[in-house]
């Protein structure tokens, strides 16, 4: 199993761009998660999913979209990119149902906006 | 709201000292979980804690829960270079949302 996959693992993008960071995850997880973390900081929720079809917000989820059409698959959206979305993305996955309930994270995404 | 608090934030050891890592939280949950976190690297998961007076151990590192005072701790026996990293408690609310700590940044010298 490749576990919780990332794309791209980094990139740069000007004031205003949009783009879309990819996760992917073969554990057949139903929950599937998306973090920020600002440097020396512990990482913030941004969005998260319960199954295909179902997303929330998390605590920071302004100036971010998200879709979840598969199981596998969760791509998070940027549109006009900000200085201040500069940070680097977690996507996660869980299975709900365990005794555990215990995230798996994939290798993040280095974003920088200039 | 809830609320993680980590102290210390940053800590230097000595190889072969023992230190304990606090983790405060604000309002009650049934999970709480222990992180490291090597410099530009994804989280790896160290320790699960479900009840009250659950205590894990790993190695060096030794993870327990006290529910009623909201405090999980991280203790470290004997510090070795390894070690080195920065570790994050996070703690479960409704959804399985997790809500980090500051972390604390670990450097353990020679």
């Known amino acids: 199993n490749a576990g919780v996959t990332q794309t791209p693992k980094f990139r740069i993008l000007k004031i205003g761009q949009s783009m879309t960071l990819q996760c992917a995850q073969d554990?057949?997880?139903?929950?599937m998660y998306w973090y920020r973390q600002d440097p020396g900081m512990g990482l913030k929720l941004i969005y998260y999913s319960v199954g295909a079809g179902i997303t929330d917000k998390g605590e920071v989820p302004n100036g971010y979209n998200v879709s979840r059409s598969t199981t596998e698959d969760f791509p998070l959206r940027l549109e006009l990119a900000a200085p201040s979305q500069t940070s680097v993305y977690f996507c996660?996955?869980?299975?709900?149902?365990?005794?555990?309930?215990?995230?798996?994270f994939g290798p993040g995404t280095r974003l920088t906006v200039l | 709201e809830l609320k993680v608090e980590q102290n210390p934030l940053f800590l230097s050891m000595q190889e072969g000292k023992n230190y304990t890592i606090y983790c405060n939280y604000s309002?009650?949950?049934?999970?709480l979980y222990w992180y490291r976190q090597d410099p530009g690297k994804s989280l790896e998961s160290l320790f699960v804690?479900?009840?009250?007076?659950a205590v894990k151990q790993e190695g060096r590192l030794m993870a327990s829960l006290d529910t009623k005072a909201r405090l999980s701790t991280l203790h470290i026996t004997a510090a070795v270079h390894d070690l080195s990293a920065t570790y994050f408690c996070?703690?479960?609310?409704?959804?399985?949302?997790?809500?980090f700590g500051g972390g604390t940044r670990l450097m353990v010298k020679p």
């Open positions: 996660a996955s869980s299975y709900q149902g365990g005794s555990y309930n215990e995230q798996f």
């Open positions: 309002t009650t949950s049934d999970r």
């Open positions: 996070a703690v479960a609310s409704a959804g399985n949302m997790l809500t």
């Open positions: 554990m057949n997880h139903n929950y």
């Open positions: 804690l479900l009840s009250n007076g």
